[in-house]
Antibody, heavy 119, light 107 residues
Framework: EVQLVESGGGLVQPGGSLRLSCAAS????????MTWVRQAPGKGLEWVSV???????YDADSVKGRFSISRDNSKNTVYLEMSSLRAEDTAVYYC?????????????WGQGALVTVSS | DIQMTQSPSSVSASVGDRVTITCRAS??????LAWYQQKPGKAPKLLMY???SLQSGVPSRFRGTGSGTHFTLTISSLQPEDFATYYC?????????FGGGTKVEIK
Protein backbone atom coordinates (compact mmCIF):
# COMPACT_ATOMS: atom_id res chain seq x y z
CA GLU A 1 0.00 0.00 0.00
CA VAL A 2 1.34 3.42 -0.95
CA GLN A 3 1.72 5.82 1.96
CA LEU A 4 3.26 9.25 2.34
CA VAL A 5 3.77 10.67 5.83
CA GLU A 6 4.94 14.24 6.30
CA SER A 7 6.62 15.59 9.42
CA GLY A 8 8.52 18.67 10.50
CA GLY A 9 5.85 21.32 10.28
CA GLY A 10 5.41 23.97 12.94
CA LEU A 11 5.63 27.62 13.88
CA VAL A 12 8.64 29.58 12.63
CA GLN A 13 9.49 33.27 12.67
CA PRO A 14 9.78 35.30 9.48
CA GLY A 15 13.23 34.83 8.00
CA GLY A 16 13.61 31.46 9.68
CA SER A 17 14.15 27.98 8.32
CA LEU A 18 12.38 24.64 8.51
CA ARG A 19 12.79 21.21 6.98
CA LEU A 20 9.86 19.04 6.05
CA SER A 21 10.26 15.28 5.65
CA CYS A 22 8.09 12.89 3.71
CA ALA A 23 8.54 9.20 4.49
CA ALA A 24 7.26 6.99 1.70
CA SER A 25 6.27 3.34 1.82
CA UNK A 26 4.92 0.92 -0.73
CA UNK A 27 7.13 2.21 -3.55
CA UNK A 28 10.58 3.66 -4.18
CA UNK A 29 10.83 7.45 -4.29
CA UNK A 30 13.80 7.13 -6.63
CA UNK A 31 11.53 5.60 -9.29
CA UNK A 32 9.02 8.42 -9.36
CA UNK A 33 8.79 12.17 -9.68
CA MET A 34 8.07 13.42 -6.16
CA THR A 35 6.58 16.81 -5.55
CA TRP A 36 5.40 19.27 -2.89
CA VAL A 37 2.13 21.17 -3.19
CA ARG A 38 0.96 23.74 -0.66
CA GLN A 39 -2.35 25.21 0.35
CA ALA A 40 -2.62 28.46 2.26
CA PRO A 41 -5.47 28.63 4.79
CA GLY A 42 -8.79 28.84 2.94
CA LYS A 43 -7.05 29.03 -0.44
CA GLY A 44 -6.38 26.80 -3.43
CA LEU A 45 -3.57 24.46 -4.33
CA GLU A 46 -0.15 25.77 -5.36
CA TRP A 47 2.60 23.59 -6.77
CA VAL A 48 5.98 24.17 -5.07
CA SER A 49 8.79 21.83 -6.14
CA VAL A 50 9.55 18.58 -7.93
CA UNK A 51 12.44 16.14 -7.84
CA UNK A 52 12.62 14.02 -10.95
CA UNK A 53 13.49 10.34 -10.84
CA UNK A 54 16.91 11.21 -12.27
CA UNK A 55 17.55 13.59 -9.39
CA UNK A 56 17.13 16.97 -11.09
CA UNK A 57 14.87 19.46 -9.38
CA TYR A 58 12.59 22.30 -10.41
CA ASP A 59 11.00 24.92 -8.17
CA ALA A 60 8.16 27.37 -8.51
CA ASP A 61 9.25 30.97 -9.03
CA SER A 62 7.64 31.91 -5.69
CA VAL A 63 10.11 29.74 -3.76
CA LYS A 64 13.12 29.67 -6.07
CA GLY A 65 16.34 30.31 -4.19
CA ARG A 66 14.63 29.83 -0.81
CA PHE A 67 13.31 26.25 -0.92
CA SER A 68 15.18 23.11 -1.91
CA ILE A 69 13.76 19.64 -2.54
CA SER A 70 15.92 16.56 -2.06
CA ARG A 71 15.62 12.87 -1.30
CA ASP A 72 17.42 10.11 0.56
CA ASN A 73 16.95 6.88 -1.36
CA SER A 74 18.27 4.77 1.52
CA LYS A 75 15.54 6.17 3.79
CA ASN A 76 12.97 6.36 1.00
CA THR A 77 12.29 9.91 2.14
CA VAL A 78 11.83 13.23 0.38
CA TYR A 79 12.66 16.56 2.00
CA LEU A 80 11.74 20.19 1.54
CA GLU A 81 14.29 22.55 3.00
CA MET A 82 12.74 25.98 3.48
CA SER A 83 14.66 29.14 4.34
CA SER A 84 14.04 32.89 4.39
CA LEU A 85 10.45 32.08 5.25
CA ARG A 86 7.77 34.71 4.80
CA ALA A 87 4.25 35.11 6.15
CA GLU A 88 2.91 34.17 2.72
CA ASP A 89 4.59 30.75 2.98
CA THR A 90 2.10 29.84 5.72
CA ALA A 91 0.26 26.79 4.39
CA VAL A 92 -0.36 23.10 4.64
CA TYR A 93 2.41 21.41 2.67
CA TYR A 94 1.53 18.17 0.93
CA CYS A 95 4.10 15.66 -0.24
CA UNK A 96 2.83 13.87 -3.32
CA UNK A 97 3.76 11.31 -5.93
CA UNK A 98 3.45 11.98 -9.64
CA UNK A 99 1.95 9.07 -11.56
CA UNK A 100 4.54 7.34 -13.68
CA UNK A 101 2.62 7.08 -16.94
CA UNK A 102 1.02 9.70 -19.14
CA UNK A 103 2.48 13.05 -18.16
CA UNK A 104 2.08 14.45 -14.63
CA UNK A 105 -1.05 13.82 -12.58
CA UNK A 106 -0.64 13.35 -8.83
CA UNK A 107 -1.89 9.95 -7.76
CA UNK A 108 -0.97 9.86 -4.06
CA TRP A 109 -0.85 12.61 -1.45
CA GLY A 110 0.32 12.73 2.13
CA GLN A 111 -1.89 14.03 4.93
CA GLY A 112 -0.12 17.40 4.96
CA ALA A 113 2.13 19.33 7.33
CA LEU A 114 1.14 22.77 8.59
CA VAL A 115 3.80 25.47 8.42
CA THR A 116 2.99 28.76 10.13
CA VAL A 117 5.30 31.72 9.62
CA SER A 118 4.61 34.34 12.25
CA SER A 119 6.35 36.40 14.90
CA ASP B 1 3.42 28.87 -17.42
CA ILE B 2 0.01 27.44 -18.28
CA GLN B 3 -2.83 29.29 -16.52
CA MET B 4 -5.91 27.34 -15.44
CA THR B 5 -9.22 29.14 -15.03
CA GLN B 6 -11.99 27.30 -13.26
CA SER B 7 -15.64 28.30 -12.92
CA PRO B 8 -17.81 28.76 -11.03
CA SER B 9 -15.89 29.33 -7.81
CA SER B 10 -18.83 27.97 -5.86
CA VAL B 11 -22.17 26.36 -6.56
CA SER B 12 -25.11 25.57 -4.29
CA ALA B 13 -26.97 22.44 -5.21
CA SER B 14 -29.30 19.81 -3.79
CA VAL B 15 -28.94 16.06 -3.59
CA GLY B 16 -29.89 14.66 -6.98
CA ASP B 17 -28.96 17.80 -8.92
CA ARG B 18 -26.66 17.84 -11.91
CA VAL B 19 -23.56 19.99 -11.46
CA THR B 20 -21.09 21.07 -14.14
CA ILE B 21 -17.69 22.63 -13.49
CA THR B 22 -15.62 24.21 -16.24
CA CYS B 23 -11.85 24.48 -16.55
CA ARG B 24 -9.97 26.37 -19.24
CA ALA B 25 -6.27 26.21 -20.00
CA SER B 26 -4.32 29.16 -21.41
CA UNK B 27 -2.81 26.90 -24.07
CA UNK B 28 -3.47 23.54 -25.67
CA UNK B 29 -2.84 20.72 -23.18
CA UNK B 30 -4.45 17.99 -25.28
CA UNK B 31 -6.17 15.69 -22.74
CA UNK B 32 -3.57 16.08 -20.01
CA LEU B 33 -5.98 17.32 -17.39
CA ALA B 34 -6.64 15.94 -13.92
CA TRP B 35 -9.60 16.53 -11.63
CA TYR B 36 -9.32 16.27 -7.85
CA GLN B 37 -11.85 16.24 -5.03
CA GLN B 38 -10.90 17.72 -1.66
CA LYS B 39 -12.91 17.50 1.54
CA PRO B 40 -12.23 19.78 4.52
CA GLY B 41 -9.06 18.89 6.38
CA LYS B 42 -8.13 16.19 3.89
CA ALA B 43 -5.68 15.85 1.02
CA PRO B 44 -6.99 16.05 -2.53
CA LYS B 45 -8.05 12.82 -4.18
CA LEU B 46 -7.49 12.11 -7.87
CA LEU B 47 -10.87 11.60 -9.55
CA MET B 48 -10.18 11.66 -13.26
CA TYR B 49 -7.13 11.40 -15.48
CA UNK B 50 -6.70 11.94 -18.38
CA UNK B 51 -9.57 14.34 -18.86
CA UNK B 52 -12.29 11.75 -19.42
CA SER B 53 -11.00 8.68 -17.55
CA LEU B 54 -12.38 7.75 -14.15
CA GLN B 55 -9.89 6.58 -11.57
CA SER B 56 -10.52 3.22 -9.98
CA GLY B 57 -13.31 3.34 -7.42
CA VAL B 58 -14.75 6.67 -8.54
CA PRO B 59 -18.51 6.46 -9.11
CA SER B 60 -19.80 6.62 -12.67
CA ARG B 61 -21.92 9.69 -11.88
CA PHE B 62 -18.69 11.66 -12.40
CA ARG B 63 -17.95 12.43 -16.05
CA GLY B 64 -15.13 14.39 -17.56
CA THR B 65 -15.02 15.78 -21.07
CA GLY B 66 -12.88 18.06 -23.16
CA SER B 67 -9.53 18.41 -24.83
CA GLY B 68 -7.24 21.21 -25.90
CA THR B 69 -8.16 24.18 -23.74
CA HIS B 70 -11.75 23.54 -22.58
CA PHE B 71 -12.74 20.88 -20.07
CA THR B 72 -15.76 20.04 -17.94
CA LEU B 73 -16.47 17.86 -14.93
CA THR B 74 -20.09 16.85 -14.52
CA ILE B 75 -21.68 15.16 -11.55
CA SER B 76 -24.89 13.71 -12.91
CA SER B 77 -26.80 13.20 -9.67
CA LEU B 78 -25.21 14.84 -6.64
CA GLN B 79 -24.86 12.64 -3.57
CA PRO B 80 -24.24 13.77 0.02
CA GLU B 81 -20.62 12.59 -0.12
CA ASP B 82 -19.96 14.74 -3.21
CA PHE B 83 -20.14 18.03 -1.31
CA ALA B 84 -16.51 19.12 -1.50
CA THR B 85 -14.14 21.38 -3.40
CA TYR B 86 -13.02 20.33 -6.87
CA TYR B 87 -9.80 21.36 -8.59
CA CYS B 88 -8.52 20.92 -12.10
CA UNK B 89 -4.80 20.64 -12.79
CA UNK B 90 -2.92 20.72 -16.04
CA UNK B 91 -0.65 17.70 -16.19
CA UNK B 92 1.04 18.65 -19.46
CA UNK B 93 4.18 20.29 -18.14
CA UNK B 94 5.97 21.70 -15.14
CA UNK B 95 5.30 23.99 -13.40
CA UNK B 96 2.09 22.18 -12.59
CA UNK B 97 -0.81 24.60 -12.23
CA PHE B 98 -4.23 24.26 -10.67
CA GLY B 99 -7.54 25.94 -11.20
CA GLY B 100 -8.81 28.09 -8.36
CA GLY B 101 -11.28 25.46 -7.18
CA THR B 102 -15.04 25.04 -7.16
CA LYS B 103 -16.78 24.55 -3.84
CA VAL B 104 -19.93 22.46 -4.17
CA GLU B 105 -22.20 23.38 -1.28
CA ILE B 106 -25.51 22.10 -0.02
CA LYS B 107 -28.47 24.25 -1.02
Amino acid sequence: EVQLVESGGGLVQPGGSLRLSCAASGFKVSSYYMTWVRQAPGKGLEWVSVIYSGGDTYDADSVKGRFSISRDNSKNTVYLEMSSLRAEDTAVYYCARVQRSGRYPIDYWGQGALVTVSS
Amino acid sequence: DIQMTQSPSSVSASVGDRVTITCRASQDISGWLAWYQQKPGKAPKLLMYPASSLQSGVPSRFRGTGSGTHFTLTISSLQPEDFATYYCQQADSFPLTFGGGTKVEIK
